[in-house]
Structure formats: structure tokens, C-alpha cells
């Protein structure tokens, strides 16, 4: 499947991923996410049941605190 993350376009070798899924195979490890699929903001108790398909835009943002 074809997908553009973070604004690049990017392939998996599945036809569509849960959240979670796309987080391991991208290795995308930091605890403070914010994900949004289409523009559509995802909560992250529903990572595990959203899915990504064919064509989405996917934006993973990392939360950074300090001061």
C-alpha cells in the first residue's frame, strides 16, 4: 500500500494497518504522539482499532516538553 507519512510517500507491504501497527514497522518509539490520519485527529486508545489505507496522509508529530 502506498501512503504519504509526514508528508513524504512512503510503501507497506500490507493493504491496510492499524495505528499501532504503522508505529512498530516505522519505528516510531517516543510516549507522547500526536497522530492524525487525513487530517483527522486519532485519540490513542483507538490506535489499535483505526486503520490505514491505500492513499491516507498520515502525519506523526512528537511531543517534546522542556523549558
Known sequence: MNITLNNRPDSID???VTISELLEIKNFTFKMLVIKVNGKL???EKY???YVNNGD???V???VSGG
Open 14 to 16: 500490507k493493504d491496510k
Open 42 to 44: 486519532v485519540k490513542k
Open 48 to 50: 489499535d482499532s483505526s
Open 57 to 59: 496522509d498520515v502525519t
Open 61 to 63: 508529530l512528537h511531543l
